[in-house]
C-alpha cells in the first residue's frame, strides 16, 4: 500500500487535515472570531507591513486568516467523514437490497435515484437547507441526501455481478440464509469498493459544504468555514487576496487528497490494474 | 523451402528482478501446406508461439535470441509496419473465443467491408467476395448473414465467419489457437473438417495450437509437445501419437481416458506444470519434478532434444526412457451390478421445466421454451449416473432442478423419501444436508475473500445446519480426504492452482458427508493431467463413502470412465438413457452416433470419420 504514490500523497495530505482539526485550538496563534479592528486586511507576515501575530494576514474584520483556516479545517472535516459515512450507509443498504434481490425490488429502487439524481445536486443541497435552516448536521444531513444516490449505483452494479458468481448459490446450497449471504459473502466483496467511494464522497462533501458556506445557508455565524471566508474575501480581494487564496489553496488541497487516496485505492484494490502492474515491473 | 521456421526462439519475461525463459529453444519448420501442430497444457507457453507471431507479447515479455522466418523474412527484425501489412494478409489468426473475435455492434457486413477494404478490394468486389467467403465455410444463406450482428449466430456459426474472414485474403499462413475449445464436440469436428478442407485446397500452412493430443494427432502432419516452455517431444503426428517416448507425452495420454476397449485406471501426474514464479527456480529438467522416472541426473543437467526416430525427437535421457516402457495400467474394478435393493437416494418423476415467454403489451404471452421435457430418473446409493449433451440442451437446468434453485412445471423430485421443497422450509434442511452441488467453475464459486479453511467448512456457519465442532479439525479432514496439502488451509483462493481450487471446491461439497452430489462439468475447465487426478480422486470417495453422483459433462470419455449409467439430452429432451456400455457401444438415436461419431478415436490405427449426412445439424 505505502508502494503507491497516490495513496502515500492522498492519504498525508487527508491525515494533514484531520490532524489539523484535531489540534486547532493548539494550533492556532489567535482567538478565530477576535477581531482587531486596529488591524485590519493586514498582509501576511512575511510581507511589508505584516504583522508576526498574524502569520497569514488578516481579514476586514481584523480576525486571523490563519486561525480561521485552522478552525475551517474542523467544519471540513467534520462534515466530510459524517456525510460521507451516512452517504454510505444508506447507499449501500438500498444498492445490496437492490443488487441481490433484483426484480421489482431494483427496478423501484434505481427509478428513485435515477429521479434523484436528475436534480442538480447543488441546488437540491441548497432548497434542503433552506427548508431545515442553519446548523452544521443540517449541512451534513443536506449531503447525505444527495450524495447516497452515488454509492447506490456504483454499489448495485457491483452487487449484481457479485450475486451472478457461483459463490452465491454454492452458499444457498449449503443452507445459507439471505442475510448472511449478504453479509459474509457479497458484503466483503464490495468493501473495496466502498472504501473508495467513501473517500471519494467526502472530496464532494468538502466542496459541497465550501458551496453552501459561500452561499451563507451553511452553519452558524461564529463557526469559521473555509465557504464563508471565500465569501467575506471576495469582496476585499484587491487589497487582502490572502482571504480568498488561502482558504481556497485549503480547499483544494483538501479535495486533492480524498481524490489521490480514493483513485489510488481503487487501484490498489482492483485486481486486474494489480496484475498488469506485477507483471510489468 | 520452408513457410514458417523457427530457430532457437527465446522468450523470456520479467518477474521482479529475475527473467524466465518462457519459451526456451524452440526450434521449428512448417512447410508450405503442413499443418503443425502445439499441443500442450494450460502455462506450457504454445499461445505464446502465436504472440510471437503476431508481436503481441505481453508487458514485460521479449524474445531474448533466436529467429523466426517467414517466407524467407525475418519476422522479428520486420518494422511495424511491414509486419502490420503481413498480418491479416498473408498470415491470418483464428481466435480461441469465437465470440469475443467479432465486434457485437458491427454487422457480419461492415466487419468483412473492413477485412476486405484493407485487402484492397474494390468497393463494388466486397459483398460478392464476403458472399462468396462465407459460403466457402458452408455458411447457409450467406447473403442474410451478412446483415447479423454476432451476438445473433451460435458460436460455432461465428467461428465459421471468422475462419471466412482468415482465409479471403488467402493467407500463407493460418495460426489457430484452440480454435475449437469454446465449442461442442460435434461443432468442433465440423470446424477442424473445415479448416483441413481449406488447408488442402489453398495450400496453406497452418499453426494449430491446442490442449487436446487425441485431436491434434487427427489433424496435423507434425506435432511440438510443448511443457513450461520447451519442445520435449516433436516428430511426425502419427509416430508421436502412436509411440510416444517422453514420459509426459504419455502421461497426458494415459490421463485421457479411452472411448472405447478395457476401462483402464488412469494414471495421474502429481502436482501440476511449474507457473513462472516456479519455472525461476527449476533446475535440471523442467518436467523432473512430476516425472514417474526421474533420477539423479534429471535434477541437476537440463536433457537435450536427440533423435529417436525418424524426425522424431524428445527432451529425455536415454536411461530415463529406457525403463518407461507403457506398463499396462490396472483394469478398473469391474462395475458389479447395483443390487436393486440399493437404497434409492433420488427419484425424479415426470420432471420437466417450462419457461414461460414474457407477455407482449397487450397481455398475449409469446411462445415459451422447454428447457427440460418431461422424463424420470432413478439414482441409488453409490451410483454415479451421467448426463451428457451440448450446450443448452437443458444439463444445467436439470442440476438447478435436482438441487431446488429451480423451482420443476411438472413432475415431482423425491431426495431419500422426501419431496425437495423450498429454501427455508424443513425440507430444505434435509435438502442441504443430502444433497451438495459442485461448480463447474471454482474461480467463481469459491468467494475470494476467504480462507481454504472457511471454504472447507463454509456449512458450519449455516442457519440451517446447525453443526458444532472444530472447524479446523474437520477442514485438514477434508483436505487429507481430497489430496490437499495441509499448509494451504491459511490461502486464500487466488493463491491456489487450478487443480487445488477445483479440490477445495468439492471438498466443500463433502463437509456435511452428503448422501449425493450434482457436478456441473466440474473437469471441462481443468487440464487432461489434473482432470485424472479428480477423476480418481472421485472414484476414491465412492469406494470410500458409497457417495452418488449426478455427473453433467459434455466429454463422453469422461462420462464413460465414471459412469455406469448415461442419460443423452438434445435440445431438453432425454434421448437416449441406458449403461453407458451399451449406449457407447450401441447408440440408438441419431443425435447419439453423431456425438459419438466426433470424438476423435484413441488408438493410432483407427480412422476417424466425423462428418456424415445426419438429421442432426449444427446450426442451432
Known sequence: MLGSPRVVVGGGLVLLLLLTALLAPWLAPNDPNAQDLVNVLLPPAWATGGDPAFPLGTDNLGRCILSRLLYGARVASYVAITASFFAMLIGTALAVVAGYFRGWVDWTISRIVDVWMSFPPVILSLVLLLAFGAGVNRVVLGIVLVGWTRFCRVLRAEVLSLGRRDFVPAARLLGFSHLRIIGKEILPNALSLIVTLISLEMAVAVIVEAILSFTGVSVEADIPTWGVMIADGRTYIDEQPGALAFPALAIFLAVLGFNLLGDGLRRLFDPRLGLSRSQAT | ?620
Not at chain 2, 443425435?591 to 488408438?603: C, F, G, H, N
Open chain 2, 1 to 620: 523451402m520452408s513457410l514458417l521456421s523457427a530457430c532457437d526462439l527465446t522468450l523470456s519475461a520479467r518477474l521482479g528482478r529475475t527473467r524466465v525463459d518462457v519459451l526456451n529453444d524452440i526450434s521449428f519448420d512448417l512447410a508450405p501446406g503442413e499443418v503443425l501442430g502445439i499441443v500442450g497444457e494450460s502455462g506450457a507457453g504454445k499461445s505464446m508461439i502465436g504472440r510471437v507471431i503476431s508481436q503481441m507479447l505481453p508487458a514485460g515479455f521479449n524474445v531474448r535470441s533466436g529467429s523466426l522466418c517467414f517466407d524467407g523474412e525475418d519476422l522479428l527484425a520486420a518494422s511495424p509496419g511491414r509486419h502490420r501489412e503481413l498480418l491479416g494478409d498473408r498470415i491470418a489468426f483464428i481466435p480461441q473465443e469465437p465470440l469475443s473475435g467479432l465486434n457485437p455492434v458491427l454487422t457480419i457486413r461492415d466487419q468483412f467491408n473492413e477485412h476486405l477494404a484493407r485487402l484492397g478490394v474494390p468497393r463494388a468486389e466486397r459483398r460478392q467476395r464476403a458472399i462468396a467467403a462465407l459460403a466457402s465455410v458452408q455458411l447457409p444463406r450467406p447473403a442474410d448473414l451478412l446483415d447479423r450482428y454476432s451476438f445473433q449466430l451460435s458460436g460455432g456459426m461465428c467461428q465459421r465467419v471468422l475462419i471466412a474472414m482468415a482465409f479471403a485474403s488467402n493467407p500463407a499462413l493460418l495460426v489457430a489457437d484452440e480454435p475449437t475449445t469454446a465449442l461442442d464436440v460435434i461443432t468442433q469436428a465440423h470446424i477442424v473438417e473445415l479448416i483441413h478442407s481449406l488447408n488442402r485446397e489453398h495450400r496453406t500452412g497452418i499453426i494449430f495450437i491446442t490442449h487436446d493430443l487425441r485431436l491434434a494427432a487427427r489433424i496435423c502432419d507434425k506435432l511440438l509437445v510443448l511443457y513450461a516452455g520447451e519442445v520435449i517431444e516433436s516428430g511426425p503426428a502419427s509416430a508421436v501419437f502412436a509411440d510416444p517416448r517422453h514420459p509426459y507425452t504419455r502421461a497426458l495420454q494415459a490421463a485421457n481416458p479411452p472411448l472405447t476397449g478395457p476401462r483402464r485406471q488412469l494414471v495421474a501426474l502429481p502436482e501440476q506444470m511449474p507457473g513462472l514464479q516456479a519455472l525461476a527456480q527449476v533446475e535440471g529438467c523442467r518436467f523432473g519434478a512430476r516425472c514417474p522416472i526421474a533420477d539423479a541426473q534429471c535434477r541437476s543437467s537440463q536433457p537435450t532434444l536427440r533423435e529417436v526416430g525418424q524426425g522424431h525427437t524428445v527432451r529425455c535421457s536415454p536411461g530415463c526412457e529406457a525403463g518407461a516402457r507403457r506398463g499396462d495400467r490396472p483394469l478398473l474394478p469391474q462395475d458389479v451390478a447395483l443390487p436393486s435393493t440399493a437404497p434409492i437416494i433420488l427419484e425424479l418423476g415426470g420432471v420437466s421445466k417450462y419457461y414461460p415467454g414474457n407477455r407482449t403489451w397487450y397481455g398475449r404471452r409469446r411462445a415459451g421454451v422447454a428447457a427440460v421435457k418431461p422424463f424420470d430418473l432413478t439414482i441409488r446409493a453409490g451410483e454415479f449416473v451421467g448426463v451428457v449433451g451440448e450446450s443448452g440442451s437443458g444439463k444445467s437446468t436439470l442440476a438447478r432442478l435436482v438441487m431446488g434453485l429451480e423451482r420443476p412445471t411438472t413432475g415431482s423430485i423425491v431426495l431419500e423419501g422426501k419431496e425437495v421443497a423450498v429454501p427455508g422450509s424443513v425440507a430444505w434442511r434435509h435438502r442441504v444436508a443430502t444433497t451438495q452441488m459442485v461448480f463447474q467453475d471454482p474461480q467463481s464459486a469459491l468467494n475470494p475473500r476467504r480462507r481454504v479453511i472457511d471454504l472447507l467448512t463454509q456449512a458450519f456457519e449455516s442457519t440451517v445446519i446447525p453443526q458444532q465442532g472444530d472447524r479446523a479439525a474437520r477442514a485438514r479432514e477434508l483436505a487429507s480426504e481430497t489430496g490437499l496439502p495441509a499448509d494451504i488451509l491459511s490461502r486464500y483462493p487466488h493463491q491456489l492452482s487450478g487443480g487445488q481450487k477445483q479440490r477445495v471446491n468439492i471438498a466443500r461439497a463433502l463437509c456435511m458427508a452428503p448422501r449425493l452430489l450434482v457436478a456441473d462439468e466440474i473437469v471441462s475447465g481443468l487440464d487432461v493431467s489434473v482432470q485424472a487426478q479428480i477423476l480418481n480422486l472421485l472414484l476414491r470417495l465412492r469406494e470410500e463413502r458409497n457417495i452418488s453422483i449426478l455427473f453433467i459433462s459434455h466429454d463422453l470419455s469422461v462420462v464413460r470412465y465414471l459412469c455406469r449409467r448415461v442419460l443423452v439430452m438434445y435440445r431438453g429432451d432425454v434421448v437416449e438413457t441406458g449403461s453407458t456400455e451399451d449406449v457407447f457401444a450401441n447408440p440408438q438415436h441419431a443425435y447419439t452416433k453423431a456425438l459419438l461419431r466426433a470424438v476423435p478415436p484413441d488408438e493410432a490405427g483407427q480412422s476417424w470419420t466425423p462428418l456424415q449426412a445426419e438429421a442432426v445439424d449444427d446450426a442451432a
